[in-house]
């Protein structure tokens, strides 16, 4: 295939992807739980990052549509595919991740964070393992010295793709659920103190999957 029939398949791929994204998202029914801590983060101007699992992405480019959040998309090809269709919900890109640029990654996060601007992170993608918490997201938190706030996502029906992370796609007309955590700091003094408090904040996001659950 040339490089001319690839750009046309992938232009063609994310026109039609973000077409059913509108269509199916204009029927989903939300409840948000405690937003507003990190709105009057935002308010005050203070940078912070959101961390969520890799599989509930889809609900949170529909409700932060618009905003230009950066989040951080892999340089994979599934990570193309992606990064244009976010960017066409109003997102910004940092392209990079633990199995791939991942310095490239970190340090768009911390320039990002520097300008005063929220960052979004799946920090177990792009390839799993499944809600594992890698520590690119905690280093960049403390270098800056933000806040994380953890975000769990579920629909009361949704299709699963067959993928690493079984990704979830709500079906028309569903409930879907957002639940974000209060935002929390990193307590490590280094870089290396920080990759050890992975599982503090696996657990956060866990804390706040288990919070939507209880809608």
């Not at 969520?52 to 998309?73: A, C």
Request: no cysteine; charged share 25%; net charge positive.
């Amino acid at each position: 295939m040339s490089k001319g029939q690839r750009n046309w398949k992938l232009a063609l791929t994310v026109r039609f992807g973000s077409v059913i994204i509108r269509a199916l998202a204009l029927t989903w029914r939300f409840r948000i739980t405690n937003a507003a801590p990190w709105r009057e983060l935002r308010l005050r101007g203070q940078p912070f990052i959101f961390a969520f699992w890799h599989g509930t992405m889809l609900p949170l480019v529909w409700t932060h549509r618009g905003e230009g959040v950066p989040v951080v998309i892999s340089e994979h090809r599934d990570g193309e595919i992606i990064a244009r269709i976010v960017e066409k919900f109003g997102f910004k890109t940092i392209r990079g991740s633990s199995s791939r640029g991942a310095a490239r990654a970190l340090i768009g996060i911390v320039r990002e964070l520097e300008r005063g601007s929220e960052v979004a992170v799946t920090p177990d993608g792009p390839r799993g393992p499944a809600r594992r918490f890698a520590s690119g997201a905690l280093v960049a938190a403390q270098r800056v010295g933000v806040p994380i706030v953890g975000v769990g996502v579920v629909a009361s029906r949704a299709w699963r793709l067959n993928s690493w992370d079984r990704f979830m796609i709500p079906k028309p007309f569903s409930r879907v659920h957002i639940a974000y955590t209060l935002p929390t700091s990193i307590e490590a003094t280094s870089a290396r103190e920080a990759e050890g408090e992975a599982p503090r904040f696996e657990s956060l996001l866990n804390a706040a999957h288990a919070e939507a659950e209880r809608a």
